[in-house]
């Protein structure tokens, strides 16, 4: 009797102890929260455990997720929903059935999953595209851009400029009914990042007449030199997305090398000749007091030059659009930007909030207190979070409004 009670207390401790996450007082839905989150942590403990028997890539067995939750182009009375390709890039195309006369407003969309999972066929990004089309009366383009560890970068960002270039053709609006004047980018984490990418390179890009009017930047990831900020620090182990899954993601975007991802653990994957760069993300200057309060800031200590030697994207704007500096910021379209208090990212937005606004760009920063990272993301069932649901409603009556 005594064996088995202390059997059970044990194993309840230790459920328990599993379940438990620090999640913050001011979410909501914490038991939500915490359920899904013992979910993610144990596909990630089945991915390091297959990853180190040899089974394959830590990212194969996440990727089950984005697989498990494909859902089929299917049309409904409002939207039809078709798959097909852009420039070669498979797209998913949303086009609203509403005033079919009317010229229509456009979004090019990016999905988040840290350039390794997620897809545009996803039930999450479906649900969220298929409501986008219908509510501003756009035409949705969500792209299917190729994922790492198979393509590195610069893949991912050639895939999602590739669309762009193409959608971004008189002859291919006129099609669509497109008004040339009403098309903006927008993306999650980091899709956020292709988007502010993308963005920065159209601006100089002397074959691309037409203009965004907007770019929408939700919870991006913009910046790999200094992975410890205090967004960082405060939320290494929220759930979601923790430093060390941030870490991989950032890591295998650019390689398989794990030393890599190593080096980043301890931030002492850039050398010394950077201190150039090193401004540009120094959140000491650029972020507000009360994102700072309590932390000191402690330059980047520098490793050697090998990361960067070998792994140039490391430093490019495409891949670390805060790396840019202000001649390549100016001029940029109205933002929106969005960042969670509870997400190791959200100092990379606000640090691109000032940086723009410094540079002149008008900018919109939607700072919600009580979400973590990926919020928009659950909208749907089995997991509907009240902050997911109050930024996409923002988000969607922003775009109406200034789309
Ligand atoms: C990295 O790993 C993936 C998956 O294991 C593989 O498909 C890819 O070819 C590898 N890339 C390189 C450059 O070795
Ligand atoms: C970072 O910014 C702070 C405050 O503006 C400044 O005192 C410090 O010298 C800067 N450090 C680096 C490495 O740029």
Known sequence: ?????????????????????PIPDNVEDQWKLMLFDAFLRTVGHVATIAEKLGFGNYMDVMMKITTMEYTPPVSDEKVIVTDTKFNDVPVRLYIPKGQPDSLKRAMIYFHGGGW????????????????????????????????????????QFEDAYAVVKYFLQSSVLDQYNIDSRRICVSGDSAGGN????????LLHDPDVKIKLKVQVLLYPALQTIDLDLPSYRENANMPVLSKSLMVRFWSQYFTNDTSLKEAMETNQHGPTELSGLYKFVNWSHWLPERFKKGHIYIAPSHGSSKFVQKYPGLLDPRAAPLLADETKLRGLPLTYICTCQHDVLRDDGIMYASRLREAGVPVIHEHVEDAIHGAIMFTTSPL?????QRMANNYINWLNENL
């Open 1 to 21: 009797m005594r064996i088995k009670f202390l059997g059970l207390l044990i194993a309840s401790v230790l459920v328990a102890y599993y379940i438990y996450a």
């Open 116 to 155: 390794c999972v997620g897809a545009a066929g996803m039930k999450p990004y479906d649900s969220l595209s298929r409501w986008t089309s219908e509510k501003l009366n756009a035409v949705v383009v969500s792209v299917e851009y190729r994922l790492a560890p198979k393509y590195h970068f610069p893949t």
């Open 194 to 201: 292709l988007a502010a990418a993308v963005t920065q390179q």
């Open 384 to 388: 509907i979070l009240s902050a997911g």
